[in-house]
């Protein structure tokens, strides 16, 4: 969600640190391919969530890389929804859902030692998603965090984003655009920076001092009732370099808690202050990096590399490109670790049948440059998050693991 995207994809989202992306493909098409059959869903466990890459008919454009989860949203007085299609997003913090979603819900917006209703920008490279702030039970697989605040976005009696959010920016807080019912931020941190705003029922106005961490929209795998919430586990099956049609993965609920969440014989990089790690790439460092579940592609200046009109990679040839993933300065010590990238051409690709891709990239043009190590890099690994200040069997958070 960090980098600004070329004409043909439009950011999904882009929360202050860190920060995810999701991608639109419509018009963007690759080419042939033959389709693969789907595999059957794994059976998962009370602290785990099915993750589910596949086309979401509501969206009107192909969705590829985008991992879906289903959650329970529950009000003040027990009455819950399921909502499915939620993005599962390892680069930000918080559930933010439509309203839509939870219609039915009694969610009003919580409300300022003032009396006005609390509202959030969340703010993205691409955009901003403006909603209220309701307190809400969040239930994920068999576990219950909350009640905690959450994002509800175009909630109703909200005034519209004022100009301090949304000027110069667009609303990326749609069904299209967020290319899911919600986004369910499972990320480094506690809770989500805002801004937040008081709001009458004509006018917003921002709040400085920001409200207390418990009124802000807060991750909800840190507020689980249970031990499991120091973190999560994201393991995601291999896909072919061809692609795949859906997929399947398992989201763990902690980290070393349990038998199916466990960690041994994972290597640990732990992130800076703002959940960033340093990627080595062509031989160019790039402080900054992160490993991002809400980002469909590769994002990367490469050298050497051909790319189409719309800023895609198209090699002539697959390409496996060496990285290194380590500590960035202002992390709790060094480490490092080895592993790949792999670049396909996308034009030469099937998205008309297939929806996985374990080697789809493009430019990236932020400033300093970074690289995001998107959906792509998780296929055929398990990446855990240890959330700041928890304890873990690898130390405390924030840390990346991998396996």
């Known amino acids: 969600m960090r980098p600004r995207v070329a004409a043909c994809r439009v950011p999904r989202a882009a929360l202050a640190a860190p920060l995810a992306l999701a991608l639109l493909l419509g018009g963007c098409g690759g080419g042939g391919g033959s389709a693969v059959s789907s595999p059957a869903p794994p059976a998962v466990g009370s602290n785990q969530m099915l993750v589910t890459v596949e086309s979401y008919s509501a969206i009107d454009t192909p969705t590829v890389n985008i991992p879906y989860v289903t959650l329970r949203v529950c009000d003040a007085s027990g009455n819950c929804r399921t909502i499915d299609h939620v993005v599962l997003d390892t680069g930000s913090y918080g559930l933010r859902v439509l309203q839509s979603a939870v219609s039915g819900l009694d969610l009003p917006a919580d409300t300022t030692t003032g009396g006005a209703s609390l509202a959030e920008c969340a703010r993205f490279l691409g955009g901003y998603i403006w909603g209220a702030v309701s307190h809400a039970t969040v239930g994920l697989g068999g576990e219950t965090a909350g009640p905690l605040p959450i994002q509800v976005i175009g909630a109703s009696g909200l005034p519209a984003a004022p100009s301090g959010c949304s000027s110069g920016s667009t609303d990326v807080g749609t069904l299209q655009k967020l290319q899911g019912n919600g986004l369910l931020g499972v990320g480094h941190f506690v809770t989500d920076p805002g801004p937040y705003y ?20 807060s991750n909800p795998v840190a ?5 499991d919430n120091n973190g ?13 049609a859906t997929t399947y993965g398992v989201l763990s609920l902690g980290v070393g808690t349990q038998s199916d969440n466990s960690v041994a014989g994972f290597s640990v990089i732990p992130a800076d202050t703002r959940g960033n790690l340093t990627v080595t790439l062509q031989g ?14 590769y994002f990367a200046a490469l050298s050497g590399v051909p790319v189409d009109s719309q800023g895609n990679y198209v090699p002539s040839s697959l390409l496996n490109l060496p990285i290194t993933l380590s500590a960035s300065s202002g992390a709790a010590y060094p480490a490092s670790l ?6 396909a051409n996308y034009s030469s690709l099937n998205f008309s049948s297939l929806v996985a891709f374990n080697d789809i990239a493009t430019q990236v043009s932020t400033s300093p440059p970074i690289v995001d190590l998107g959906l792509p890099y998780f ?3 398990q990446v855990a ?15 990346y693991a991998l396996h």
């Not at 994201?234 to 795949?244: C, E, F």
């Open 223 to 227: 507020m689980l009732a249970s031990s």
């Open 232 to 244: 999560i586990v994201l393991a995601m099956p291999a896909v072919a370099d061809t692609g795949a």
């Open 379 to 381: 296929y055929g690994k």
């Open 284 to 297: 160019q460092a790039y402080p900054g990096s992160f490993l991002d579940s809400g980002s469909n592609f």
């Open 198 to 217: 008081g709001c009458t029922a004509t006018s917003c106005t921002e709040l400085t001092p920001q409200p207390a961490a418990s009124a802000k929209v």
């Open 338 to 343: 080895n592993s790949q990238m792999l670049v």
């Open 385 to 399: 998050y240890v959330i700041n200040g928890m304890p873990s069997p690898l130390g405390y958070g924030p840390l």
